[in-house]
């Protein structure tokens, strides 16, 4: 992060003086800071984030400060999650707005490592959850969670955090979080709050920056036909025909390609082919070069 950063950090900090977040970039000066918290027996909080912070970012860090008596919020665009070199060179980045967000609602700490540190020359370990990895984003980003498992274990390990909060619109990366933990016994709980949405019912995505403006306007064409699907889900209609027409009004819409859109399991992520009373909606599609997803439960009513 540059030193234009630090400073309009600083400018903020001037005019809101007891609002204040710590920037850390390096591992040993995290440590020190945690090992000052643990002294007075506070509970930490982490919120992994790869910045462009947006309100489900910032709805994250909230329900931390709610539970957790320190937050450490990180910024680090992980290249190893990206199967896509494109993706990555696109990936919104905002670092100075983070920092002053991060500051207004007085997070701890935004801890912000270098790729250097976190991948130094000779890294080659490699976190991989099996099962619930396999199929939807699993099956689209050829090894997208084996990144996001590896930084989040590394992340895990780094803060030794009591918590960690993640968004569900991201929900198979909280079930291989959640795995990951109880796989490898680190204490931590996961907690996954709510997505945010815009108020047209687009979920909150670092990715809606990309959209152009008639792909924005396109955009909420995705929750809608997750909503309607649910709907229809509710009122005991065929599974496969509610999903085929849902599909068929995304593409309607603008979307140009689908990579799926499923009814599964909530708590194995298994397919299902009829209503069950775990049942969640999951799609992925994109709209120009912008690869948007979205979830959400089905409710019986
Ligand atoms: O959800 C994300 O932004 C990322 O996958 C995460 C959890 C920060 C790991 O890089």
Redesign the pocket.
Known sequence: LSQSYHFATAQFYAKQPFMTTLIVKSLPKLRAQIAEWRLESARIAIV???GALHEGHLSLVRAAQARADRVIVSL?V?PK?FNNAADLANYPRTEVEDAARLASLGADVLYAPDEASMYPPGFATTVSVGGISKGLCGTHRPGHFDG?AT??AKLFLQTSADMAF?GEK?FQ?VAIVRRLVKDLDIPIDIIMCPTVREADGLALSSRNMRLAAIERAIAPALAAALFEAARQLCDGGDVAAILAQAKADILAAGFHKIDYLELRDEDNLQPLDTMARNARLHVAAWLGQVRLIDTIKVLRS
């Open positions: 992994p984030t790869m680090f992980n999650q996001v930084i989040v993640f991201d990366q």
